[in-house]
């Protein structure tokens, strides 16, 4: 496709909100706090409090919006939904269409170390013929795809039917590729299995089951079973760290979402706070978080959130993946017919499994008979925010999955 069919817009913050992120910094009301200085507790006070005072008085939003601007941006509706995404036009003989869906608490910048890379592969030591045409939406109700008023029930099944409509129709692409991580793994492989056919294949962090947030339980990865006991202690360890890792984030959020969005929604401290600690305990940062995410990364990302006033709806997505089950397409087997490739990154390494090991892992586990896995990938080095973390193997590993794929 040579002629793209929409305009361009910009992302612009009018000052009055700028003005009013700033005042809600300067009156913030601090909770005390002692003994926490080893986290123990969430988000220590005193690095909170020194973020909050330098994104009141030194980050430059307006710098973040002119790097977020040197890319292509469109706004559309898609079956009554807004939609914002990004693109980058591929630079090659044959760029082939590439949606890439973030999860929470990711914004569309998450996505912006592999988006050169992955649309001018020449242009960083690469081949030109693994050119893709780069499409990076914001999920609904996230960032600048907000509001929803109109759409309570949104999740990451009904998010997949949006992007085919996206791609195939609003955009004229009659075959493309697609590529996610987090909830964002699961809209791309609901792809691969609903339009399969309409799919080159697709690239995925992790692999989770499509049912992952079905049943009375989809707020506990435990699903209620206790650890078993003689445990190796390494192995014991290791459960009750990645448990203690995601606990919180999904009980609350699929049982609680709108009461906490009160409060999130109206301090730009708590909000922060309540990202910060997730980008703390998921990124593979070796107890510096600033080693992945400086305070200005932080900051801007924090801030789609909050310009948006997208907490609430970003949450609610949880929720919905409960309350609303996915139910299959089809019963054919792979479930995901679409080839796949997986990069599995060592800070999410399941107890017990060294990164040597965890590609057989997989393989041995009952998630591999869910796809037509065709490449897969483990690094000792990574977090789960993939593309942020480790953009070079990200980005290899998913020119490996696409290329015998490409027309």
Not at 253 to 269: E, W
Not at 372 to 400: C, K, Q, S, Y
């Amino acid at each position: 496709m040579n002629d793209f069919p929409l305009e361009t817009t910009q992302i612009h913050v009018s000052d009055e909100v700028l003005d009013d992120l700033r005042q809600r910094l300067a009156l913030t009301r601090w909770p005390q706090e002692a003994g926490n200085e080893d986290w123990y507790y969430g988000v220590r006070r005193d690095y909170l409090q020194e973020l909050v005072e330098y994104w009141r008085t030194e980050y430059d939003w307006r710098k973040a919006e002119a790097a977020i601007n040197a890319y292509e941006h469109y706004r559309v509706e898609v079956d009554g939904v807004p939609v914002h995404f990004l693109r980058k036009p591929g630079v090659g003989p044959n760029p082939i269409p590439l949606i890439l869906t973030h999860g929470w608490p990711w914004t569309f910048w998450h996505w912006v170390k592999v988006v050169d890379p992955l649309a001018d592969p020449a242009s960083f030591g690469g081949d030109p013929a693994d050119a893709f045409d780069v499409i990076v939406p914001s999920f609904p109700g996230f960032g600048f795809s907000t509001p929803l008023p109109d759409n309570p029930d949104m999740n990451y099944w009904k998010v997949a039917d949006l992007w085919h409509e996206l791609m195939t129709k609003t955009l004229g692409y009659s075959k493309y590729a697609a590529a996610g991580c987090d909830v964002g793994a699961m809209v791309t492989g609901q792809l691969g299995h609903k339009y399969a056919d309409e799919l080159y294949a697709i690239h995925i962090g992790s692999g989770q089951k499509l049912t992952l947030f079905n049943g009375d339980r989809g707020w506990d990865l435990s699903g209620g079973h206790p650890i078993p006991e003689g445990l190796p202690p390494a192995v014991h360890a290791r459960i009750v760290e990645l448990e203690k890792r995601f606990a919180t984030h999904l009980a609350v959020h699929v049982l609680d979402p709108s009461t906490l969005s009160y409060g999130l929604s109206d301090s730009p401290a708590g909000m922060l706070a309540w990202i910060l600690q997730r980008w703390r305990s998921w990124s593979d940062n070796g107890g510096d978080l600033e080693t992945v995410f400086s305070k200005d990364d932080l900051l801007t990302h924090a801030m789609i959130f909050w310009v948006n006033n997208a907490i609430g709806t970003s949450i609610r997505t949880y929720s919905n993946n409960n309350r609303y089950p996915w139910t299959p397409s089809h019963d054919r087997h792979p479930t995901i017919e679409a080839p796949t490739g997986i990069t599995f990154v060592a800070h999410e390494n399941p107890p017990g499994v060294t990164t040597d090991r965890r590609v057989q892992h997989f393989l041995d586990s009952d998630r591999a008979p869910w796809y037509n896995h065709v490449n897969l990938n483990a690094h000792p080095t990574g977090g789960h925010f993939i593309p942020w973390e480790i953009p070079t193997e990200w980005t290899t590993d998913l020119r490996n999955t696409f290329r015998p794929y490409r027309p």
